[in-house]
């Protein structure tokens, strides 16, 4: 498999079937869930903890209630993220998120127990369900990006489709996609009243934001300036675009930034959409444990049976609307 796997420690273990090993067999042989190692509670509050355990708690009964693991041990965890000043300012809410890894059974052919069978200690399918987080903008909390951001801007690949009152965030493949077992994420938002925890940057902030960096690249690298030159005329030169088009949201590609090319259409092949946290979004004077907005990421090897099956099931187990209702309580 070329796409990366995720290594859990700790976790191997040996089952015996009654039966001679075989891979199809195991496929439909009921599974089992298992609690996983215990995530990092540092610097989070007891009262906070104890609040965001109760959510998490209530999630994995939701889910524990509607799925039965096939195939698999279905290893799940907790993780908590206190506030800190080197993610972000005037924060509203802390992060706390429930894992799924669905490890298979498998054949052991090393045995001469033709019963023999382990469980799997590496897995590159997995659901993930967040509060208060985004990971994969790199990364959006319920907070203001800090003032040493290096960008001071998040990267959106695209915008989010509103669907049946739930933002889809996306379904991308990650990794070789002509594969078989090509590793495919859904990644979904819940949130108040169909609003978003991140608004858009218009291109006239991003152009005096990315003019600030160049200045200041500039002043650091003086032996270099006129290499520069086109980049901060290039920068001139869209700021003088009239108010309508500098309003528009700012559409770059990936590794231009302050090497400024120019704006592109969205949707462009290497393009982001550039936003930021928007704190007007957030319900104020609440617990730093409540959930305000959840992702519901869901990472699957569709070449494999078991993956896949146990990814679809949980799908079905997951309700987008009981995780809504636990916003802001």
């Known amino acids: 498999m070329k796409y990366f796997l995720i290594i859990i420690p700790g976790f191997l ?15 439909n042989t009921p599974g089992y869930w298992k609690a996983g190692m215990k995530g990092s509670t540092y610097n989070v509050t007891a009262p906070d903890l104890a609040k965001g ?7 994995h009964k939701m889910i524990d209630s ?4 096939i195939g698999c041990q279905a290893l799940y965890a907790n993780s908590f993220e206190a506030p800190s000043p080197n993610s972000g300012k005037n924060w509203i809410a802390g992060n706390y998120n429930y894992s799924i890894y669905i490890l298979n059974f498998l054949c052991d052919p090393a045995s ?3 019963s023999k069978s382990y469980v799997a200690i590496a897995t590159a399918t ?4 967040s509060a208060n987080v985004v990971h994969w903008l790199n990364t959006l909390h319920a907070a203001d990006l800090p003032d040493d951001d290096n960008r001071g801007y998040l990267k959106l690949v695209k915008r989010p489709v509103l669907k049946d009152g739930y933002y889809m965030m996306g379904d991308d493949i990650e990794g ?7 590793l495919v994420s859904y990644k979904w938002l819940i949130t108040y009243d169909e609003k978003l925890p991140f608004k858009y940057i218009s291109r006239k902030e991003y152009l005096q934001l990315i003019k600030k960096k160049l200045e200041q690249t500039i002043k650091d690298d003086a032996d270099h300036k006129q290499y520069y030159t086109k980049y901060m005329d290039r920068i001139n030169d869209n700021l003088n675009m009239s108010e309508l088009d500098l309003a528009q949201a700012a559409v770059c590609m990936w590794n231009d930034e302050e090497r400024f090319e120019g704006f592109v259409k969205e ?4 393009s982001f959409i550039a936003i930021k946290p928007n704190l007007d979004y957030y319900r104020k004077n609440l617990s730093k444990s409540v959930p305000q907005f959840f992702t519901v990421v869901y990472k699957v090897a569709e070449g494999d049976p078991v993956h896949v099956n146990n990814i679809n099931a949980i799908k079905e187990a997951v309700d987008f609307d009981a ?3 636990m916003l802001g309580k």
């Open 112 to 114: 001469a127990i033709k």
């Open 53 to 59: 355990k109760a959510v998490l708690a209530a999630i």
């Open 267 to 270: 949707g462009t092949k290497g």
């Open 323 to 325: 995780l809504r209702k």
């Open 66 to 69: 509607g799925y039965d693991p």
């Open 13 to 27: 273990a040996l089952t015996t079937f009654s039966q001679d090993c075989d891979q199809k067999v195991l496929q």
């Open 126 to 129: 997995t659901v993930n369900i």
């Open 176 to 182: 070789n996609s002509e594969r078989e077992s090509k």
